[in-house]
T-cell receptor
Framework: GAGVSQSPSNKVTEKGKDVELRCDPI?????LYWYRQSLGQGLEFLIY????????KSGLPSDRFSAERTGGSVSTLTIQRTQQEDSAVYLC?????????????FGPGTRLLVL | AQSVSQHNHHVILSEAASLELGCNYS??????LFWYVQYPGQHLQLLLK??????LVKGIKGFEAEFIKSKFSFNLRKPSVQWSDTAEYFC???????????FGKGTRLHILP
């Protein structure tokens, strides 16, 4: 199909609630990345998956954040007990395989607002 | 810690002006370098990338970037900008022993018609 898709496009939630953000990568891409884009902060790496290998979680800001990737395709980023500082655009990207030489293809992002 | 610095947070130019956006990184090892662009209302997309060979890399839409290893820099240039170049530009670096790509904070470019 087309490019990387993400849902929802916008999410407004109350502080303390859990949220789930979804990413559908490009078919055939084995690597999937999550980033957070906050105003004035650029793109902050969160986590990446490569095939069936253990994910690199080194960018997750706290244990309230987790992600999984089912069947090597769709990924869900979960934020538990959301805080106002979690408000940001969450971007997903996929590439044919992991590796710094690979071009990443980005989705449109999910804009999260925590009230 | 690994870092990427983009010195200009917001740049305003008139059409036909020349552009140079700065990018410096802090890794000591071998790196891959990228510039990504996000046009208003669109997804982030790759503008150009450097892996090896000629340090002067040409990308889409007349953009180019030069890798200067001694300065740990990868500045983006365009001789004559157009109104349609209005966008946010991100420099990114990958240290080859790792699969992560680290992005700078971005530079918002606004071109006056």
């Amino acid at each position: 199909g087309a490019g990387v898709s993400q849902s929802p496009s916008n999410k407004v939630t109350e502080k303390g609630k859990d949220v789930e953000l979804r990413c559908d990568p490009i078919s055939g891409h084995t690597a999937l990345y999550w980033y957070r884009q906050s105003l004035g902060q650029g793109l902050e790496f969160l986590i990446y998956f490569q095939g069936n290998s253990a994910p690199d979680k080194s960018g997750l800001p706290s244990d309230r954040f987790s992600a999984e990737r089912t069947g090597g395709s769709v990924s869900t980023l979960t934020i538990q007990r959301t805080q106002q500082e979690d408000s940001a655009v969450y971007l997903c990207a996929s590439s044919f395989r992991a590796g710094g030489s690979e071009t990443q293809y980005f989705g449109p992002g999910t804009r999260l607002l925590v009230l | 810690a690994q870092s990427v610095s983009q010195h200009n947070h917001h740049v305003i130019l008139s059409e036909a002006a020349s552009l140079e956006l700065g990018c410096n990184y802090s890794y000591g090892g071998t790196v891959n370098l990228f510039w990504y662009v996000q046009y208003p209302g669109q997804h982030l997309q790759l503008l150009l990338k450097y892996f090896s060979g000629d340090p002067l890399v040409k990308g889409i839409k007349g953009f180019e970037a030069e890798f200067i290893k001694s300065k740990f820099s990868f500045n983006l240039r365009k001789p004559s900008v157009q109104w349609s170049d209005t966008a946010e530009y991100f420099c990114a670096v990958n240290e080859r022993r790792d699969d992560k790509i680290i992005f700078g904070k971005g530079t918002r470019l606004h071109i006056l018609p």
